[in-house]
């Protein structure tokens, strides 16, 4: 640790300051340091999506971004936008329509779709199936989740 | 195209027939919807050591020197071992059962000694305080290796020029053959006879989540608790227990939330074995999360099969015979304890699976080579076999110039011809082809679709339809593993417990790992008792509580578990109502329970709450007689026993456009109609069904595990080797009928594989139906685009 920086984040609302190794990524910080394991790892390589975390209110790859990084950034995860409700609508939609079996890609899922309804409230099927493409499932057909999300956006 | 019908929504529908084909959310979604679940790389202990794996670089190598002088000195290194240091704690293995006649494979260690033979086969292991560490260290460990010639291609294996395994004389893992008798004379008197050789590549299941284990001895107690994405809990304990040395009873196998599994962790993994005994040798926790390139080098893999198959046919388009020739390659190693026989059995068993032909022969061959070890994943050997079955059918339907859906109706086993004996020699106990194939049609609008097909023809754009028909193997009886000596347990059971609240809490020995398994034993159990879905708390997956059983394989979570539930349900409910009978000094015959009241059976008139029947039974047994003893927690086991498979049917048609510029293949719309016996929860069934058709879509069309002639994989990552996005799946439309299986009361059979099973054979179909009228046709699966191209003769 004798080239940790001192880092300074924003974390769901709270302030926290770490000592971090500067190769260490934003999500096993968020995951291994804060506890925060909703955010999961799934490839490590940029691909698979399963580590989206929202910064400064951009959706990014939790995997492909260090944690040093993140200084003076606010960072929101899973567990955040969960508890502030945010998510709250696309989770019910989730819920209902089973959108979701292992679980496993389903946080990075719901941060990719909360980003959609921000930016483009409107999406057509088409739109919401492009902008997932970022986030694999390997156990849903993916329709469930289309029509999840779909049922929020249109509902 | 557009959403799926919203299905209905319990609790509190239609109670009368209970949550049985009701789509009732699961509960313990909601979890995992707010990122709190709880996965076993989430897990955190008090002297937590993580484990990274040194790994051969070469497919087949001796090590002869491993120096570890560097590594041992890294910061944060608790120790470095060698196979020779871990073969001192855990015993060896082979993966071979008897009832495969004939099966070889060397024995296995957890650690490799001496020699690797795969590139990515852990040669040493590195303990260290966290994974970065380990990682760092084993970049620090020197090896001289001596590589030996690798053993890459199937037909090289069968010919055995280079041995792999010199003690075993050749590289044959195991062999079989089948013949009805008849088959020549069968082909002499076709008069039509096609054949045809298909390829089918390497793929492997990427879990989203990577395998991982957390091993945690107790030197005090010598005694282990395994933290495991696992699939078969019990089976896991049994084997730490053996190979680690310490008593059955002292094991503990806990699978909490898995992230995806489809058969890849349902098998026994060399480094997870390791992790286990290193635990032992250091006695503290110590924890293994397969990264994705490790994932790609050491899950096991699956398929590659290369298969002739020759059909013979009447004019009038009657099958008369089927003869097969399938080649396909494991790896170094059949892997334990299920072996890597099955799969290649399977093709033999399920070929021509829907047809009511009467000869057939099969020949297959199990080779080995220096690849990564392959073995069951998701539909075992199903997906070879339908395709391959259905592209010959189709072809014959080529030949014969007669419309698919016709030549298939015209060979598909009769509805009423059940109990019926398959010539591969298994048996069906009630199936139904024919309904299955004309709801697809209707569903599809098959006419209108051809006519849309014809129309685009006109206007130069390249459609095609393919169907595929399928029969699954699920809730399979000790005739899959049990009976070849392998101790898992066929069996399953279920323990109700009636809480003094009046809620009612299951445990169970299936497995959940997002199919829903616990939401339907929610249903089933609610539904036996009388109480609501809400009343119901459902524990699996884990050995310490939990009935022994099986776990979640071969589609047996809901046949088995089920029943098992459903029985010790109904249990239950006799045992509450003794007690509501003598509380209310009624006979029990006058007495029901629904909707959590004990009520008058007649009158329905409430009686008494459960919950007050509940404080009574469990803190005032004193008020009641005093001969009268409550039984409020019941166990209830099932095991499927009349037939050794109880197989489900289904149809699948896919519709896609090529583009024969690019060689891209759309996906326009998929259709699976499934007959899987009682349906439980149709939302959950459906989203099952096309999370696997699209696993099958990916095998059809993306994924394959390329190896260089040197035996290196090619694309071991997620950016090379492709899985579907959301972007290029097509909406699947899903439809079932429901032959409920007669061998138990719920009468459900699986469906958890039947996607995968069928997809693959469809989407072959769909596209040589669209290339058949520019003279081309493709064998080889995945259908790239580049082997598009080629059958156009465009490169
Ligand atoms: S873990 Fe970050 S994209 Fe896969
Ligand atoms: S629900 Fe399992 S990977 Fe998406």
Known sequence: MEHAVETTLTVNGIEVTRRIEPRRNLVDFLREELGLTGSHVGCEHGVCGACTVRVDGEIVRGCLMLAVQANGCKVETIEGLSDSGELARLQKAFHDRNALQCGFCTPAMLMAARDLQLKNPKASREEIRTHLSGNYCRCTGYQAIVDAIEDVLHG | ?795
Request: with cysteine.
């Open chain 2, 1 to 795: 195209m557009g959403k799926a019908e919203l299905p209905l929504h319990a609790p509190g529908t239609q109670l009368d027939k209970g949550y049985i084909g009701q789509s009732v959310p699961r509960a313990n979604a909601q979890r995992l919807l707010q990122g709190r679940g709880s996965f076993t790389d989430d897990l955190i202990f008090p002297r937590l050591a993580h484990v990274a794996f040194f790994r051969s670089p070469y497919a087949h190598a001796r090590v002869k020197r491993l120096d570890f002088k560097r590594a041992l000195r890294s910061p944060g290194v608790i120790g470095v071992f060698d196979g020779r240091a871990v073969a001192e704690y855990c015993k060896p293995w082979m993966g071979v059962l008897a009832h495969l006649k004939g099966i070889r494979s060397p024995e296995q260690h957890a650690i490799a000694i001496e020699r690797a033979c795969w590139q990515g086969e852990a040669v040493a292991a590195v303990v260290a305080e966290s994974r970065g560490q380990a990682e760092d260290a084993v970049g620090l460990i020197e090896a001289d290796w001596e590589e030996l010639p690798a053993v890459v291609d199937m037909d090289e294996a069968l010919a055995g020029k280079v041995v792999i395994h010199p003690e075993l004389g050749d590289n044959i893992c195991f062999k079989r053959e089948h013949d009805t008798g008849g088959v020549d004379e069968a082909f002499a008197k076709a008069d039509v006879v096609v054949e045809e050789t298909y390829n089918f590549g390497r793929h492997t299941g990427v879990c989203i989540e990577g395998r991982a284990i957390l091993a945690d001895y107790n030197a005090g107690e010598h005694s282990l608790t395994v933290y495991h994405a696992t699939q078969a809990p019990h089976m896991m304990q049994d084997i730490f227990s053996r190979h680690l040395g310490i008593p059955e009873a002292n094991v503990r196998v806990i699978a909490k939330d898995v992230g995806g599994s489809y058969g890849i962790k349902v098998h026994v993994y060399a480094d997870e074995m390791a992790t286990a005994a290193l635990s032992v040798m250091l006695r503290r926790p110590v924890k293994f999360v397969a990264d994705r390139l490790e994932s790609f080098l050491s899950d096991i893999h699956a398929r590659e099969h290369k298969v002739k198959v020759r059909l013979a046919c009447t004019k009038e388009g009657e099958i008369l015979a089927f003869d097969l020739d399938d080649l396909t390659a494991i790896g170094p190693y059949s892997v334990y304890p299920r072996t890597s026989g099955i799969e290649g059995n399977q093709v033999v068993n399920l070929t021509g699976g829907p047809y009511k032909h009467q000869k057939y022969r099969a020949k297959m061959n199990v080779v080995f080579t220096n690849k990564n070890v392959t073995c069951q994943y998701r539909a075992v050997g199903h997906p070879i076999a339908v395709a391959l079955t259905e592209a010959i059918v189709d072809r014959a339907a080529l030949e014969l110039k007669m419309d698919p859906a016709e030549l298939r109706r015209r060979n598909l086993i009769p509805d009423d011809a059940y109990p019926y004996t398959f010539p591969s020699g298994i048996k069906f106990e009630k199936l139904s082809h024919h309904r299955t194939l004309d709801k697809l049609l209707e569903l599809m609008d098959y006419k209108s679709l051809r006519a849309q097909q014809a129309d685009f023809r006109k206007k130069g754009v390249t459609r095609g339809i393919g169907l595929a028909a399928m029969i699954e193997v699920t809730n399979p009886s000790p005739a899959f593993y049990g009976v070849g000596g392998a101790r898992i347990s066929a069996q399953d059971g279920a323990t109700l417990r009636f809480e003094p609240t009046g809620m009612v809490t299951v445990l169970c020995g299936v497995t959940e790992q997002g199919q829903g398994t616990e939401g339907i034993f929610a249903q089933i159990a609610a539904s036996a008792v009388g109480v609501t879905v809400d009343k119901v708390r459902v524990i699996t997956g884990d050995t310490g509580v939990t009935p022994y059983g099986g776990g979640t394989w071969a589609s047996r979570g809901a046949g088995i578990g089920g029943e098992a539930v459903l029985l010790a349900g109904r249990a239950l409910r006799s045992n509450i109502l003794d007690v509501a009978a003598v509380v209310l000094k009624m006979d029990k015959a006058e007495l029901d329970i629904v909707k959590n009241e004990v009520v008058n059976r007649l009158t329905l008139e409430a009686k008494l709450p459960l919950a007050e029947l509940g404080r009574i039974a469990h803190f005032r047994p004193d008020t009641l007689p005093v001969d009268f003893q409550s039984e409020l927690t019941v166990t209830r086991s099932y095991t499927p026993r009349q037939y050794a498979f109880t197989f489900s049917n289904g149809i699948q048609a896919s519709y896609v456009e090529v583009d024969p510029e690019t060689g891209f293949v759309k996906l326009l719309k998929h259709w699976c109609v499934e007959d899987a016996g009682t349906v439980i929860n149709p939302m959950l069934v459906d989203e099952q069904i096309r999370g696997g058709v699209v696993q099958g879509i990916g095998a059809a069309l993306y994924e394959e595990c390329l190896y260089g002639p040197d035996g290196q994989l090619l694309n071991g990552n997620m950016a090379d080797y492709l899985v579907p996005m959301s972007s290029e799946m097509p909406d699947i439309v899903c439809a079932h009928i429901e032959t409920p299986t007669k061998q138990s009361q719920l009468g459900a059979k699986g469906v958890g594989e039947a996607g995968t099973a069928g997809a693959p054979g469809a989407v072959m179909n769909a596209i040589n139906d669209a290339l058949a009228p520019l003279g081309a046709r493709v064998t080889a699966m995945p259908f790239t685009p580049e082997r598009i191209l080629v059958a156009l003769r465009k490169i």
